[in-house]
């Protein structure tokens, strides 16, 4: 069991998961409703990478993310109503309702943005670590993928380029099996995610991706590597999502009954309850944060339904600072 | 006629083309899907907007290649195997992704003919699903063909109908230059008329699609659906338009063009894209050039603001040019004087 964690935080790590449970299944319900616009990757099932790797970082670091970007997005200190009012294309959303799901950011969190483009993270990690090591004060960078990026030609060229200029970013690399509808086994071609990295001169793990603490430590080492010897890294950590690919996905690729048996048994939430006992956390402490995660989620609902639409005089302004 | 979608207009070309001749294959993400899943269903999407169902049961996976999210590569798989004797047809998921692929499109495949004295033949095709409209924000909503357009060497082909789908994507296959032809998103489930057996439609003939002589409005894509609506109302009120859906933006139908503007003498242009370096801003520069002394009023330019493309719905809407727009730039330009 991880002893550098005090209560406070651990508490505070269960409470970010449950925060991205929630929104990601409310979200799916809302979905539902059709009220929200769009297409939108829910990131249920993978709570424990965003918030594992979360936990070692302040606002000063860096994140970049993907299009299955909630969690990372909460993880990270995202204000959850704007991001609420942001999906459902508020003018009080992150980003005024114009960049939706796929693009929620906030960079006085270090939250360098959601990104549409799959890998488009790994050139942009590695240049935020650039900036790093130029201010020269210990910060790092973290590029999210799924095993679906480490296919494209961009990231192969940032984990060069990262060992070539010694920087001091993390390629987090989430497997959750598929790509939208592709299996990771076959697109992978060598089916090892950690060996490729590790071929391009970089130490890469690999962990459970459904246990927090896994996660957390994991990560401790090669956090410890980036900010100490301002060296890249990869971590590879295996996990499943709970809903399709985006919302409608009909998920005929999965096996029937894959979903449920991924929840039942790759549950970062009851990993954390069967541990409780054990990290001298109460269950009716864990329960207390479950309600308060509710009530929030509720809250950031109504108050998204009650906002006032994206506006449009705001269309054409945030283009540039300044055109004149 | 047969009415069907302008999905599965496109998707009987390929039915139609890959069993007329085996050295056609397709590739990209998701093209059957399913690759490595744990349900065993090996086409478990048929192309993610569903384009290339069937494809794989009837043709196997040495012609329906599912690949990895690479798509510099994809295309150059299409690209390379097009130079050495098969015709390659890669889709790029949607057409945003062009620029992770632009240097096997815009350095290689657009080049090699021209580079080689006229030795190689590229008959590769690109199809991208492209365009607004359907809430997907600024990384997937983007037109692209005005970029694409702006490249020589390449053929720009946006059908704006399931008829013309069948006739331009069956060109398309069948020409021997690299073509990359541009899917409207919001079009596939759109419904129409789609004559049976083979139908060609030749690169570079626009489509008259209705006349007029009091304005001239030249169009592409889905916004000839917009411009329909346009000119409905205007009709209404007796003001009679031509109505050019140009097809391919590369080869242009100049000659078309030109006569409808010596017989209005005012146009408006309409186009998806942002104004700067737009197909609108093309056309007018040409009319402005080749076609001003015929010219009675400045050519409007209906286009997307110069910003990217917005999430919600409300700006969605406000973002991309309708029919309202279409219809009173046509009222402004005939009264023009
Ligand atoms: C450059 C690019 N190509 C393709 C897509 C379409 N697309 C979006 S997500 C996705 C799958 C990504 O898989 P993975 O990296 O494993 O992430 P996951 O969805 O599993 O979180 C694809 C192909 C895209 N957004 N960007
Ligand atoms: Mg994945």
Do not use: W
Not at chain 1, 60 to 67: E, F, M, N, Q
């Amino acid at each position: 069991m991880n002893l550098q964690q005090s209560k406070d935080q651990l508490l505070g790590a269960y409470r970010q998961m449950k925060t991205i449970r929630e929104f990601e299944e409310r979200l799916h319900k809302e979905i539902m409703t059709g009220e929200i616009a769009g297409f939108t990757h829910l990131y249920a099932g993978q709570e424990a990478v965003a918030v594992g790797v979360c936990e070692h970082l302040d606002d000063k670091d860096l994140i970049v993310s993907t299009h299955r970007g909630h969690g990372h997005c909460i993880a990270k200190g995202c204000d959850v109503k704007g991001m609420m009012a942001e999906i459902y294309g508020r003018a009080t959303g992150l980003g005024k309702g114009k960049g939706g799901s796929m693009h929620i950011a906030d960079f006085e969190k270090g939250m360098l943005g959601a990104n549409g483009i799959v890998g488009a993270g790994g050139p942009l990690a590695t240049g935020a670590a650039l900036a790093a090591k130029l201010d020269g004060n210990k910060r790092v960078a973290i590029s999210f993928g799924g095993d679906g990026s480490v296919n494209q030609g961009a990231v192969f060229e940032a984990m060069n380029m990262a060992v070539v200029l010694d920087l001091p970013v993390i390629f987090v690399i989430e497997n959750n099996g598929y790509s939208e509808h592709t299996g990771a086994d076959y697109a992978v071609g060598s089916k090892d995610i950690a060996s490729r990295a590790a071929a391009f001169g970089m130490k890469s793990l690999q962990a459970d991706g459904c246990d927090y603490f896994s996660v957390y430590e994991t990560m401790a080492e090669l956090l410890d590597l980036a900010r100490e010897q301002g060296l890249p890294s990869l971590a590879e950590f295996k996990t499943t999502r709970y809903f399709g690919h985006f919302e409608g996905d009909p998920q005929n690729y999965r096996a029937k009954d894959e979903v449920a048996r991924h929840r039942a048994e790759m549950d970062c939430l009851k990993n954390f309850r069967n541990q409780a006992d054990d990290l001298n956390i109460a269950l009716a402490e864990l329960d207390d944060i479950d309600k308060q995660v509710l009530q929030l989620i509720d809250e950031a609902v109504e108050a998204a339904r009650a906002a006032p639409p994206a506006d449009r005089s705001e269309i054409t302004t945030d283009v540039y600072i300044n055109y004149a | 006629m047969p009415v069907k979608t302008y999905r599965e207009a496109l998707n009987d070309v390929l039915h139609a083309e890959m069993a007329r001749d085996e050295n056609i294959f397709i590739c990209g993400e998701d093209v059957s899907g399913g690759a490595g899943g744990s349900s065993g269903e090996r086409e478990a999407s048929g192309g993610i907007f569903g384009v290339s169902a069937g494809l794989l049961p009837k043709f196997g996976d040495l012609r329906v290649l599912d690949t990895p999210i690479s798509e510099n590569a994809i295309v150059g798989l299409a690209v390379g195997a097009s130079l050495a004797g098969k015709r390659g047809i890669a889709e790029i998921m949607f057409a945003d992704f062009l620029g992770l692929a632009l240097d096997q499109a815009m350095n290689q495949a657009a080049k090699f003919r021209y580079m080689s004295g006229g030795k190689a033949k590229c008959p590769v095709t690109i199809r991208v699903p492209y365009g607004a409209g359907m809430n997907m924000a600024a990384q997937h909503s983007q037109a692209m063909y005005q970029i694409m357009t702006s490249i020589p060497g390449l053929k720009i082909v946006m059908p704006s109908n399931p008829a013309d789908a069948k006739g331009l994507l069956t060109s398309a296959i069948r020409d021997d230059d690299p073509v990359i032809f541009f899917e409207h998103k919001a079009m596939y489930g759109r419904k129409g008329e789609v004559p049976e057996g083979e139908y060609i439609i030749p690169f570079g003939e626009a489509n008259l699609l209705c006349e007029g002589d009091q304005a001239s409005i030249i169009t592409i894509g889905r916004m000839v659906i917009f411009a329909e609506k346009a000119v409905a109302k205007l009709q209404a009120d007796n003001i009679q338009c031509d109505l050019i859906d140009l097809r391919t933006t590369s080869p242009l139908d100049e000659d078309m063009i030109l006569d409808s503007v010596e017989k209005t003498g005012r146009v408006v242009v309409v186009d998806e894209c942002p104004p700067r370096c737009s197909i609108a801003s093309d056309i007018a520069g040409f009319i402005a050039s080749y076609g001003f002394s015929s010219l009675k009023a400045p050519v409007a330019q209906i286009t997307a603001p110069h910003a990217p493309i917005p999430f919600a719905r409300e700006l969605e809407r406000a973002y991309v040019p309708g029919p309202d727009r279409i219809e009173e730039a046509v009222r402004k330009i005939i009264t023009y004087q």
